[in-house]
């Protein structure tokens, strides 16, 4: 018997994620709020990081038959650029980009002095407000679920205190859960926006960046969306998620 194989783009993802408790958790959170207001698609803003730099690199190239296919990158180590991101089934909420400050280690054994890669606590506070002040607009937002993962900077008690205090509520994804949130296909569509072409000499990321999430239509975030929500039975139903696009 043949056996065809094929080469495809590997995608990493922890032993966690389809553990027995990881499983459950998705089933118990599901649960929990199918028995609330909470709908995916008319009362939820989806909130979330994801960091960019200028070597962002493409998974494929186009090459003549039997010849490699090679793409030329920078061999300097760029700055990651922080992006924070608010997006909803209609549309985007709001962006906020901060590029970060050179990282200075100590000594082997130390900790790390310096400004680290992730948000810092202030910054992903004042991008909150700006985002709340954005929905506060639109008074058919209010009282709107602002969704995202369970990190300790977006669960801890002030920033839930915060939220709840300006007339909104929090959702926080269980652990190892990135599909049940949409923001990140919006990440993975303006990533492959941002990598499709080479940098243009005076094109700057941030430019790049901008240009990709202005490239986007209605029919885009109804369709991330969507495909998150298909996850909500998989997770009901104590299903292992094998990828990020299975559906």
Avoid at 93 to 106: A, D, E, F, Y
Avoid at 164 to 169: I, L
Avoid at 193 to 203: A, H, M, Q, T
Avoid at 204 to 220: G, K, P, Q, V
């Amino acid at each position: 018997m043949r056996i065809s194989t094929f080469l495809a783009q590997a995608q990493f993802h922890p032993v966690e994620r389809n553990s027995r408790e990881k499983i459950q958790q998705r089933c118990d959170w599901v649960q929990k709020w199918q028995q609330t207001y909470l709908d995916f698609t008319t009362n939820c803003v989806f909130l979330d990081e994801s960091a960019f730099h200028i070597n962002l690199k493409r998974g494929m190239a186009w090459s003549r038959k039997g010849t490699p296919a090679v793409v030329t990158v920078l061999m300097t180590r760029a700055k990651e650029t922080s992006i924070l991101g608010a997006i909803s089934a209609t549309g985007l909420v709001n962006v906020s980009l901060r590029v970060p400050k050179g990282i200075r280690k100590r000594k082997l054994g130390c900790e790390i002095d310096g400004y680290s890669i992730g948000t810092v606590t202030g910054h992903y506070l004042s991008f909150l407000k700006a985002t709340l002040d954005e929905m506060n607009k639109y008074p058919e937002m209010k009282g709107h679920y602002l969704v995202m993962d369970n990190a300790p900077i977006h669960s801890s008690t002030g920033i839930g205190k915060y939220i709840h205090s300006q007339g909104y509520r929090c959702a926080y994804l269980p652990p190892y859960s990135p599909e049940l949130n949409p923001i990140e296909q919006f990440w993975s569509v303006v990533k492959s926006k941002v990598k499709r072409n080479k940098f243009l000499e005076k094109e700057s990321l941030m430019t790049r960046i901008s240009e990709a999430c202005d490239s986007l239509h209605f029919s885009d975030f109804k369709g991330f969306v969507s495909h998150s929500a298909k996850f909500f039975d998989k997770s009901y139903q104590r299903k292992i998620i094998k990828t990020g696009t299975d559906g």
